[in-house]
């Protein structure tokens, strides 16, 4: 039976290396904690579907490597992205340090609008603290993004930090400050879950932002018939958000 939803987003986990971003993704996908949890080469991808103020919603949710010797891999994946947890470890000043920068690669890589949930992870850890939590609040402030103290290895408000975030950007759809459906380049459609990934995978490989409409494009100047086919069966004729990562699917 196919997964329906009112919406898509596409979500970012991002932050220096260590700082429990694969945790964090596998406690809000798996529930429970991610045990030897190596470092991510390149990005790894979970989704769940959620429900919020009575409405279904689908995080596609890319967890990106945090060390450098990836970020040109990573960067090719914040196109789009509608949301993002900034992940730093409470324990370590130097990931909290980083921050800047990594806001600052979200928000020119992904979108001005994209709609950020600072995560302070480590909570558990309360006693090798480096950060506290008040400057982190002020910090989240100064910058406009949402501020939660999470822990990966409990569950602490890891639910909610995905949840913030995903009401956060459904309340602007609702008041009209985000329209998903003027979001699309205009001749674009919705995909189907199935073949989501696929595209994303597709746009990382190929190098641009493609809608399917574009990339059934590409696909018939590049003939490769056996792809356009695949994507011809699955997608669907609604927008795909290229400029902010919302899709909306009918029911
Ligand atoms: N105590 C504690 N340890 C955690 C928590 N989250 C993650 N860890 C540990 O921190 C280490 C790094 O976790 P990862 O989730 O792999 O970190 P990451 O941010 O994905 O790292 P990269 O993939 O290299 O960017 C692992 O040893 C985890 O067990 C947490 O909330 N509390």
Request: glycine residues 8%.
């Amino acid at each position: 039976m196919s997964e329906t939803y009112d919406f898509l987003f596409k979500f970012l986990v991002i932050g220096s290396a260590g700082t429990g971003k694969s945790c964090l993704l596998h406690q809000f996908i798996e529930n429970k904690f991610k045990q030897d949890s190596n470092h991510t080469i390149g990005v790894e991808f979970g989704s769940r579907v959620i429900n919020v103020g009575g409405k279904t919603v689908k995080l596609q949710i890319w967890d990106t490597a945090g060390q450098e010797r990836f970020r040109s891999v990573t960067r090719s994946y914040y196109r789009g992205a509608a949301g993002a947890l900034l992940v730093y470890d409470i324990t370590s000043r130097e990931t909290y340090n980083a921050l800047t920068n990594w806001l600052t690669d979200a928000r020119t890589l992904a979108s001005p609008n994209i709609v950020i949930i600072l995560c302070g992870n480590k909570k558990d850890l309360d006693a090798d603290r480096e950060v506290t939590f008040l400057e982190a609040s002020r910090f989240a402030q100064e910058n406009e993004l949402m501020f939660l103290e999470t822990s990966a290895l409990t569950g602490e408000n890891v639910e909610e930090g995905f949840l913030k975030c995903a009401r956060t950007i459904l309340n602007k759809i609702e008041s009209g400050e985000l329209d998903p459906e003027r979001m699309g380049s205009g001749a674009g459609h919705t995909p189907s879950p199935r073949t989501q990934p696929l595209l994303l995978q597709l746009q990382v490989c190929l190098g641009v932002v493609i809608s399917p409409s574009n990339l059934l494009r590409h696909l018939e100047t590049s003939g490769s018939l056996f792809m356009k086919s695949v994507c011809n069966l699955h997608l669907q004729p609604l927008s795909f958000g290229s400029g902010l990562g919302v899709m909306e699917r009918r029911l």
